[in-house]
């Protein structure tokens, strides 16, 4: 069984920063390109960043230019860095792996951000 445990959520005022992490219970980690997704009150679930087991990155316009994703392979876990946070960045952030070799997808339990003032 594939566990993915976010953390590093919180209330941020608008400006401010806050780092993402999420640990894999698992080595199919190493296989997976990894990504983060959001889901704000109301509206679909987003892709936020994706980053390969080769570390090539990917992000929504959004998001380009403040926020940064990255692995540890050895660690087994993927960050999220969110700078100059925006009210509209408010969500909940789930974590995803997909394995390249093996069908499926695995996600996390979700952490909430909230950007206000």
């Known amino acids: 069984q594939v566990q993915l445990v976010e953390s590093g959520g919180g209330l941020v005022q608008p400006g401010g920063s806050l780092r993402l992490s999420c640990a894999a219970s698992?080595?199919?980690?190493?296989?997976?390109?990894m990504a983060w997704y959001r889901q704000a009150p109301g509206s679909q679930r987003e892709l936020v960043a994706r980053i390969t087991i080769g570390g090539s990155t990917n992000y929504a316009d959004s998001v380009k230019g403040r926020f940064t994703i990255s692995r540890d392979n050895a660690k087994m876990t993927a960050y999220l860095q969110m700078n100059s946070l925006k009210p509209e960045d408010t969500a909940v952030y789930y974590c995803?792996?997909?394995?390249?070799?093996?069908?499926?997808?695995?996600w996390g339990q979700g952490t909430q951000v909230t950007v206000s003032s």
């Open positions: 698992s080595n199919i980690f190493s296989i997976s390109v």
């Open positions: 995803n792996a997909r394995p390249v070799t093996i069908a499926g997808a695995y």
